[in-house]
């Protein structure tokens, strides 16, 4: 069995830990035979996955080569080119979903992954606008689009990109679009030498277009009379958190979409002890915030 450890991700980044998990996806559909699993190494002064498979020599420039082949296949995708961005109404949305579900094969339900994963019609505001992910940062204002980005990071990501993101140190040296779940993306005047609005935004594309891709393991559920993303808890009057869990046994994608819905990572103070049954040595946690009509991610603290 092959192994390549993924130099360039930190699990403690939410947006390097969403990279890792995009990879891991998008991996397993590649390889779907070859035993695809993924864990976590303390390496090079954080956390970085390292994956598996039963690929003959398998290597770095050979990876690179099959994930981009499949992350292109992405451009024009319907997931990506229904909307700019999710805030739609119910009966657009819902046209939508049977859109996927009428396309939809046993092979092939990848529209529909997405869809579960944006929102739900059955959570709306008052205005008719659908429940949406926890995960979406923008809705249009600064011509930032939350679906439109995705759509732009699809046409513009190379493999130059992807191996920045995965095997070096992060660089910070391409244009937008950021999906903003990078703590550097918090621009905020107070936290800055000089005005964001005139500092071009730079970030690390090959992560980004990553990251979109394990979407689709965070799916949305109603609760009452709210919307409820994997992984994410808000008491009232409080801000929203994320956790999310570091493992050191090579695990399957299925095996991980169980560990990212564990109820136990959402507790204030989880039980190390019974986590480390589970074969997760470490959690993180970070916050969600709102500056303005964007949002942000807070940098990740163990719990």
Known sequence: MSELTLKGLDGANPLGFLAAIGTLRIATVVWPSKRVKMKWVQESGGWRPRVFADVHELNENLFIE??????KKMCG??????????????????????????????????????????GSEVVVDKNGIIGDT????????????????????????????????????WGYQDDKPSMRWDPCDDRRYALRWGEPSKDPIKTV??????????????????????????GFTQKKGQRMNWSWPIWDAP????????????????????????LLTMGICEVFRC???????????????PV
Do not use: W
């Open 205 to 230: 594309r090959g992560a980004n277009r990553l990251a979109v891709e394990a979407l689709p393991l965070f799916t949305t559920v109603p609760v009452g009379i709210r919307l409820e993303t994997t």
């Open 134 to 169: 926890a995960f979406r940062t923008m809705s249009g204002a600064g011509h930032q689009h939350f679906i439109g980005f995705m759509q732009e990071l699809a046409e513009m990501t190379n493999e130059s990109h992807l191996r920045s993101a995965l095997f070096e140190t």
């Open 66 to 71: 099959k994930l981009n082949e499949n992350l």
């Open 251 to 274: 695990a399957s994608l299925d095996v991980v979409r169980s560990l990212l819905s564990l109820k136990e990572l959402q507790e204030e103070s989880p039980d190390s002890d019974n």
């Open 287 to 301: 916050q969600r915030i709102s500056q303005g009509k964007y949002r942000n991610f807070t940098p990740a603290v």
């Open 77 to 118: 995708h319907p997931a990506f080119s229904f909307a700019k961005d999710l805030s739609i109404g119910c009966d657009e949305f819902r046209l939508r979903l049977v859109e996927s579900f009428n396309t939809a094969t046993f092979e092939n339900h990848l529209f529909s992954d997405f869809l579960s994963a944006f």
